[in-house]
């Protein structure tokens, strides 16, 4: 929930089912680290100066009837209503600005220019609160979409001014995630929690034999409404 301004301070995983000897394994990166080693970098300073974050949402009513190819999420689900208007007003209460609908389509897209760092109280401390994860590359294995071009996918990351990030740029913020992360190997029935402040998560792409069974539950922890960074707490 890099996209708008509300995020949550904790996340939980549990393993329901997978099967026995299948790839399934998630990542936890330490966020501490990341930061300062973000911070040295020339890739972390420009992020530091911001972001865009383009969202786009689908029509549900535009998609009855249609193949789902291009279905990521509708606008409709996302904000809970049918009325345009009302979705308009929830996406702004949500910090998102330059709101657009497709007269064609109905589908709706919005800008979001997030702070770069999050002020953790736990440690005291600002910490990164952006990675790579919002680019258009999340999509490359969701069949739905990764045939889309990147500027067309259901959201995409560039710096604040426009550009895009550069294929050295994005592998970068990738390697620097996994050099201070721990990989957790699921069972069934395990539980993981998380402060959603202090670790990242993510996992590489999933090999599951014929048949093969991974099913996970997540649950979302208390809701805030960012604050971002706070003056000599670097």
Same mark, same amino acid.
């Given at each position: #929930?890099?996209? #708008?301004?509300?995020?949550? *301070?904790?996340?939980?995983?549990?393993?329901?089912?997978?099967?026995?000897?299948?790839?399934?394994?998630?990542?936890?990166?330490?966020?501490?680290?990341? +930061? $300062?080693?973000?911070?040295?970098?020339?890739? !972390?300073?420009?992020?530091?100066?911001?972001?865009?974050? &383009?969202?786009?949402?689908?029509?549900?009513?535009?998609?009855?009837?249609?193949?789902?190819?291009?279905?990521?999420?509708?606008?409709? &689900?996302?904000?809970?209503?049918?009325?345009? $208007?009302?979705?308009?007003? *929830?996406?702004?209460?949500?910090?998102? /600005?330059?709101?657009?609908?497709?007269?064609?389509?109905?589908?709706?897209?919005? %800008?979001?220019?997030?702070?770069?760092? %999050?002020?953790?109280?736990?440690?005291?401390?600002?910490?990164?609160?952006? @990675?790579?994860?919002?680019?258009?590359?999340?999509?490359? @294995? $969701?069949?739905? &979409?990764?045939?889309?071009?990147?500027?067309?996918?259901?959201?995409?990351? +560039?710096?604040?001014?426009? *550009?895009?990030?550069?294929?050295?740029? =994005? =592998?970068?913020?990738?390697? /620097?995630?996994?050099?201070?992360?721990?990989?957790?190997?699921?069972?069934?029935?395990?539980?993981?929690?998380?402060?959603?402040?202090?670790?990242?998560?993510?996992?590489?792409?999933?090999?599951?034999?014929?048949? !093969?069974?991974?099913? #996970?539950? /997540?649950?979302?922890?208390?809701?805030?409404?960012?604050?971002?960074?706070?003056?000599?707490?670097?």
């Amino acid at each position: #929930m890099q996209y #708008m301004h509300q995020s949550i *301070r904790t996340i939980a995983f549990m393993c329901l089912d997978l099967t026995p000897g299948a790839d399934g394994s998630t990542y936890f990166s330490d966020n501490i680290a990341y +930061t $300062d080693d973000m911070r040295t970098r020339e890739i !972390g300073r420009k992020m530091e100066k911001g972001v865009r974050i &383009v969202r786009r949402w689908t029509n549900q009513e535009y998609f009855k009837g249609k193949s789902l190819n291009n279905y990521y999420n509708h606008w409709q &689900v996302s904000f809970q209503t049918d009325d345009p $208007d009302v979705a308009e007003q *929830r996406a702004k209460a949500l910090s998102l /600005v330059n709101l657009q609908w497709d007269s064609l389509t109905g589908l709706l897209s919005a %800008e979001y220019y997030p702070e770069t760092f %999050e002020y953790c109280p736990v440690i005291d401390r600002n910490l990164y609160y952006r @990675t790579i994860s919002d680019h258009a590359l999340w999509f490359d @294995t $969701d069949k739905n &979409v990764a045939h889309v071009p990147d500027q067309d996918r259901p959201q995409i990351m +560039t710096f604040a001014d426009g *550009r895009n990030f550069t294929r050295e740029e =994005i =592998i970068e913020c990738i390697e /620097v995630a996994d050099k201070y992360s721990l990989k957790l190997d699921w069972k069934p029935g395990q539980i993981a929690v998380a402060c959603n402040y202090r670790f990242l998560h993510g996992r590489p792409g999933i090999s599951l034999p014929a048949e !093969g069974i991974r099913k #996970m539950g /997540v649950v979302l922890g208390e809701r805030f409404d960012r604050m971002g960074p706070l003056p000599g707490k670097y």
